[in-house]
């Protein structure tokens, strides 16, 4: 039974919803549900223009009792009009006169949202916001090395990110108006010991409420995916989950599995028709390998939107080996690496940023030379030749990421308690 009186309301706004922005919308919204609130959820679009609260793990948990659904129309120029963005916020603060409003990816509103801060709030109203990028708090793999090594390696990067690593001074209390921040990582807050910083774990699933598919076309996926490793009964799997897209390093799987006929690609995800990401050289290249792969018979790509938790990523995930994340320049954490290692798979990622870090210091996988696509193939040879000393360190670092993890942290930063009955 709730232990908070129902007329308590908590306002979610996410004008993003897309990949892992769902999960926090909905893993939050469903945890201040079961402490007696009732939720507003102001929600924008999918980036295909579906209404949130109609698909996705969005659209599952709108469905519950005591959500309130407002649907966030577009801002002109891409989201990028901070003074509507802040009106529309202000107008539901004052219709709704929530105990908290939690902004679920803070770090991605602080354009949209920058004159929040200088405005007024409801009476008994606060503030949370949610940060989910560690790279621009702290760079723990360069934690080591001297100043005038670490400020080489980090030129290029802090040119580029030079607003985000300066955020956190009073910036980001100023500008959005916040009472509290939660960030991903847990360094940064151990390093600022500031009380209105609270450390929450990467949410990389939908927890809380049942939004596992059990429909036809589950079932015909399952089948499928069971079919084409019936095929391969010798070989090890490389699973790909994810937009397919260069940064991710999509083309380096595909061309790995290509030069090696011991393995199979299974992929899972959507393409991104965005120029950035997809060139055209990336698209004849990337062609021309699963046409390969097709012709071979070692290649299974299903092409889908953000999955919901479902039997069929259950089966993607412990069908695997391997779990490869050769992004490109990315220096923050990945969803997809936490995921991997909550179904017991090591990982094999480039040695920069926050995920790197995690990896050597966790002990759940190996770090291979960024870039470089010959050393990222000896690291997987070692790996396939040490894969069960892995096993125990990828299932203790899952365990921080549990949802009872989730949970007693969210407790300790709202002030709530830890252990709800579920209703």
Not at 396 to 408: P, Q, T
Request: with cysteine; net charge neutral; glycine share 10%.
């Amino acid at each position: 039974m709730a232990t908070h009186s129902p007329h308590k309301t908590v306002l979610i706004f996410s004008p993003k919803v897309d990949g892992h922005r769902q999960n926090y919308v909905s893993v939050l919204g469903d945890w201040f549900l079961h402490n007696g609130r009732q939720v507003v959820a102001a929600l924008g679009d999918y980036a295909d223009g579906t209404p949130a609260h109609r698909s996705g793990i969005c659209g599952a948990f709108a469905k519950l009792p005591g959500v309130v659904i407002v649907k966030l129309e577009r801002v002109g120029g891409g989201g990028k009009g901070s003074g509507q963005w802040v009106e529309t916020l202000r107008s539901l603060e004052h219709d709704h006169s929530p105990e908290w409003v939690v902004l679920p990816t803070a770090d991605e509103l602080r354009t949209s949202l920058s004159g929040l801060g200088q405005c007024g709030r409801t009476r008994g109203t606060r503030r949370a916001g949610l940060f989910i990028a560690p790279n621009h708090f702290y760079r723990r793999d360069h934690a080591g090395l001297s100043a005038y090594r670490r400020l080489r390696a980090c030129a290029a990067w802090m040119r580029h990110r030079s607003v985000e690593t300066r955020y956190f001074g009073d910036q980001a209390w100023k500008d959005l108006g916040l009472d509290r921040i939660l960030s991903t990582n847990p360094d940064f807050v151990g390093r600022t010991r500031d009380p209105r910083i609270a450390y929450v774990p990467e949410i990389y699933r939908a927890w809380g409420f049942d939004v596992r598919n059990e429909d036809v076309l589950t079932d015909s996926l399952c089948r499928d995916l069971r079919t084409f490793l019936s095929d391969h009964p010798q070989s090890e799997v490389i699973l790909y989950y994810g937009a397919w897209q260069a940064r991710r390093g999509y083309d380096e799987i595909l061309r790995l599995v290509c030069e090696d006929d011991s393995l199979v690609f299974v992929g899972c995800g959507r393409p991104l028709n965005d120029p950035a990401y997809l060139s055209d050289v990336f698209r004849w290249d990337v062609e021309s390998m699963r046409r390969t792969l097709a012709q071979q018979g070692r290649i299974f790509e299903v092409e889908l939107p953000f999955v919901a938790e479902s039997r069929f990523v259950d089966e993607l995930f412990e069908s695997s080996n391997f779990v490869l994340l050769p992004y490109q320049n990315f220096y923050g954490m990945s969803g997809s690496l936490v995921q991997a290692c909550a179904y017991g798979k090591p990982v094999l990622v480039p040695d920069i940023g926050y995920m790197a870090a995690r990896v050597r210091a966790d002990g759940v996988g190996l770090t291979f030379r960024h870039g470089n696509g010959v050393d990222m193939r000896r690291k997987l040879t070692l790996m396939r030749e040490s894969y069960a000393d892995f096993q125990p360190r990828v299932r203790s670092f899952a365990r921080g990421f549990s949802e009872d993890e989730l949970v007693a942290h969210f407790a300790s930063a709202f002030g709530l308690p830890a252990a709800v009955e579920r209703q």
